[in-house]
T-cell receptor, first 114, second 115 residues
Framework: KQEVTQIPAALSVPEGENLVLNCSFT??????LQWFRQDPGKGLTSLLL?????REQTSGRLNASLDKSSGRSTLYIAASQPGDSATYLC?????????????FGEGTQLTVNP | KAGVTQTPRYLIKTRGQQVTLSCSPI?????VSWYQQTPGQGLQFLFE???????NKGNFPGRFSGRQFSNSRSEMNVSTLELGDSALYLC??????????????FGPGTRLLVL
């Protein structure tokens, strides 16, 4: 059974700092890994998706990497801003037979202080 | 292009009642998945529909059911509500299920409170 763990559970940083969020998964036979952002009481916003054959994806100040063999992904946020404060979730999708089913980590709650 | 929409956004029900939630996927998306989010259990997969057929089901009791219509809109139903069913219910859509590189997009959720 796939299990996804995110470390740390919470992180507080001053504005402008670069930071790394970690995600690990137990079964390396994943299809896709997706990073999401969730603001309090809201839905999930997709940030980046990495296919199993890819090593990294970038979007603006965000960079996500994937090391499938070791079961790890990191989300790097450059020059953090107060507007980045949210909970960040990683989710993995297994092979075709699992359909769209995502297995989520518990999330990292990020606070960026002005 | 409009995103995933969910109605209603908030619901208050009492134990024993039943509830129906609705999800309209992004235009052109045919796969809809449902998730329950609670502080204690996090995000848990309920079920997935594609072409009006349930393709996958999570580990939830039979009180939780769903369906999908020919226009890809989906509904989920919870019968005989329990206090523990209080949660944020999220739906996600994608063009096809289980495809490499297929991004899933989530709606804003329906907040259900069972009293």
């Amino acid at each position: 059974k796939q299990e996804v763990t995110q470390i740390p559970a919470a992180l507080s940083v001053p504005e402008g700092e670069n930071l790394v969020l970690n995600c690990s998964f137990t079964d390396s036979a994943i299809y896709n890994l997706q990073w999401f952002r969730q603001d309090p009481g809201k839905g999930l916003t997709s940030l980046l998706l990495i296919q199993s054959s890819q090593r990294e994806q970038t979007s603006g100040r965000l960079n996500a990497s994937l090391d499938k063999s070791s079961g790890r992904s990191t989300l790097y946020i450059a020059a953090s801003q107060p507007g980045d404060s949210a909970t960040y979730l990683c989710a993995v999708q297994m092979g075709e037979t699992s359909g769209s089913r995502l297995t989520f980590g518990e999330g990292t709650q990020l606070t960026v202080n002005p | 292009k409009a995103g995933v929409t969910q109605t209603p956004r908030y619901l208050i029900k009492t134990r024993g009642q039943q509830v129906t939630l609705s999800c309209s996927p992004i235009s052109g998306h045919r796969s809809v998945s449902w998730y329950q989010q609670t502080p204690g259990q996090g995000l848990q997969f309920l079920f997935e529909y594609f072409s009006e057929t349930q393709r996958n089901k999570g580990n939830f009791p039979g009180r939780f059911s769903g369906r999908q219509f020919s226009n890809s809109r989906s509904e989920m139903n919870v019968s005989t509500l329990e206090l523990g069913d209080s949660a944020l219910y999220l739906c996600a859509s994608s063009k096809y299920p289980g495809r490499l590189g297929e991004t899933q997009y989530f709606g804003p959720g329906t907040r259900l409170l069972v009293l």
